[in-house]
């Protein structure tokens, strides 16, 4: 069974940090493009971060200079270190294939809450 499974979230206070972990079963990381993405209350699914393989990264404006993605791929393992985490920053945060998901990819997420 191809599945991806994201830990790490939690409820941490602003100016806090959080790291993600996405470990993958079944699927192969090492020649894929993969991200995390969050959707927050109300709001649409967005990417906030992409590596590729080869470690080279891309990060929305909003987490850029904050948060930091890296991979293992011989673990199937990708993580989200989120520093100065603020109240924006709360969401159910997902991994999967970017830039484009795969729909049967999107796990349950981890829930990221900020909050004083």
């Known amino acids: 069974q191809v599945q991806l499974v994201e830990s790490g979230g939690g409820l941490v206070q602003p100016g806090e940090f959080l790291r993600l972990s996405c470990v993958g079963s079944g699927i192969m990381f090492r020649s894929l493009i993969m991200g995390w993405y969050r959707q927050a209350p109300g709001k649409q699914r967005e990417l906030v971060a992409s590596?590729?393989?080869?470690?080279?990264?891309n990060y929305a404006d909003s987490v850029k200079g904050r948060f930091t993605i890296s991979r293992d791929d011989a673990e199937n393992t990708v993580w989200l270190r989120m520093n100065n985490l603020g109240p924006d920053d709360t969401a159910v945060y997902y991994c999967?294939?970017?830039?484009?998901?795969?729909?049967?990819?999107w796990g349950q997420g981890t829930q990221v809450t900020v909050s004083s």
């Open positions: 590596i590729k393989p080869g470690g080279i990264s």
């Open positions: 999967n294939t970017a830039p484009d998901p795969v729909i049967n990819l």
